[in-house]
């Protein structure tokens, strides 16, 4: 991980994965991370060590705790997507007051949507940047915020899994 410090949003959903390495923390100009639909316990808490992180998404985990005074002192942080996690309720009374930017929860209890026999790849959309599911399966790289990333710079700037390999996004 430490060969790609210039990346600006990597892609990681649906990878079984429980955890990041700690090189993650090296990604220093990291604005996006999509990390959904895997199934981490515990918040990765490299990502709250990331200065330019701007959107995490952390939706379909089984994530209880979250690290809410780390979250609130991320100073570029503005969106992180917790659907469709077991959040503690302390989480759920605690946050709001605390953060500056958008936490996206589910009700208390609710389940993660059926796949509704959609492509593998198919995923649920976010409330700023996509519209619905995408049936055919296709990825969409755009981010929650709806902007584009990677302005600038050289090295890749968006980095996501195919089969067992990390590629690079054109």
Same mark, same amino acid.
């Given at each position: 991980?430490?060969?790609?410090? $210039?990346?600006?949003?990597?892609?990681?959903?649906?990878?079984?994965?429980? !955890?990041?390495?700690?090189?993650?923390?090296?990604? $220093?100009?990291?604005?996006?991370?999509?990390?959904?639909?895997?199934?981490?316990?515990?918040?990765?808490?490299?990502?709250?060590?990331?200065?330019?992180?701007?959107?995490?998404?952390?939706?379909?985990?089984?994530?209880?705790?979250?690290?809410?005074?780390?979250?609130?002192?991320?100073?570029?942080?503005?969106?992180?997507?917790?659907?469709?996690?077991?959040?503690?309720?302390?989480? !759920?009374?605690?946050?709001?007051?605390?953060?500056?930017?958008?936490?996206?929860?589910?009700?208390?209890?609710?389940?993660?949507?059926?796949?509704?026999?959609?492509?593998?790849?198919?995923?649920?959309?976010?409330?700023?940047?996509?519209?619905?599911?995408?049936?055919?399966?296709?990825?969409?790289? !755009?981010?929650?915020?709806? $902007?584009?990333?990677?302005?600038?710079?050289?090295?890749?700037?968006?980095?996501?899994?195919?089969?067992? $390999?990390?590629?690079?996004?054109?």
């Amino acid at each position: 991980m430490t060969t790609f410090c $210039q990346l600006r949003e990597l892609h990681l959903e649906g990878n079984f994965l429980h !955890r990041l390495p700690n090189e993650v923390s090296t990604l $220093q100009h990291l604005k996006a991370i999509d990390l959904s639909r895997n199934q981490f316990r515990d918040f990765p808490e490299q990502l709250t060590t990331l200065p330019a992180l701007e959107t995490i998404n952390l939706e379909e985990n089984d994530i209880v705790d979250v690290p809410v005074e780390k979250l609130a002192a991320m100073p570029a942080l503005r969106s992180i997507n917790l659907r469709c996690n077991p959040l503690s309720a302390e989480v !759920r009374v605690i946050a709001p007051p605390l953060i500056k930017f958008d936490m996206l929860m589910s009700p208390e209890g609710a389940r993660a949507p059926p796949a509704l026999g959609l492509a593998p790849h198919a995923h649920p959309a976010g409330d700023r940047g996509h519209l619905g599911w995408h049936p055919e399966g296709r990825e969409s790289h !755009r981010p929650l915020g709806g $902007q584009a990333w990677g302005a600038g710079g050289g090295g890749p700037k968006s980095m996501r899994w195919e089969g067992a $390999q990390l590629v690079q996004d054109r």
